[in-house]
């Protein structure tokens, strides 16, 4: 296997601004509502766009600590599908993917 320290550090470093976008999507849900019913109504659609980047920056959470996981366990790299290396480019560009392209894409 490759160097993992450099995957490590994106992984940590996405978690970093992860934490920090879901603090300020908590703190905009949380803001007082205008009284106005008009204002409200448009403020919860903006809410229901906030919730939903909440929840995909979750999933992505779950996908890092993973990858995380498997560095500790000393299978980064390794495709969960296949059992074969996942290349270093597709690593590069996705680095918590548990994946190979074949099997991502459902070719293998």
């Known amino acids: ?11 940590l470093r ?3 601004q992860l934490d920090a976008r879901l603090h300020a999507i908590e703190a905009e ?3 007082p509502r205008a009284p106005d019913w008009e204002e409200a109504a448009t403020e919860r ?11 995909s920056g979750e999933a992505e959470i779950a996908r890092i ?10 299978s980064y790299g390794i495709c969960t599908g296949c059992g074969e ?3 270093r480019e597709r ?8 994946l190979c392209r ?7």
């Open 1 to 11: 296997m490759h160097d993992t320290a450099p995957y490590r550090a994106a992984l």
């Open 29 to 31: 849900l949380d803001a």
């Open 102 to 108: 074949d099997c991502a894409t459902g070719a293998a």
């Open 45 to 55: 659609e903006g809410d229901e766009v906030l919730e939903r980047l909440g929840q």
């Open 65 to 74: 600590r993973a990858a995380l996981g498997r560095l500790r366990a000393g």
């Open 85 to 87: 290396r996942i290349a």
């Open 91 to 98: 690593l590069d560009i996705l680095p918590e993917t548990p």
């Open 14 to 16: 996405r978690l970093r």
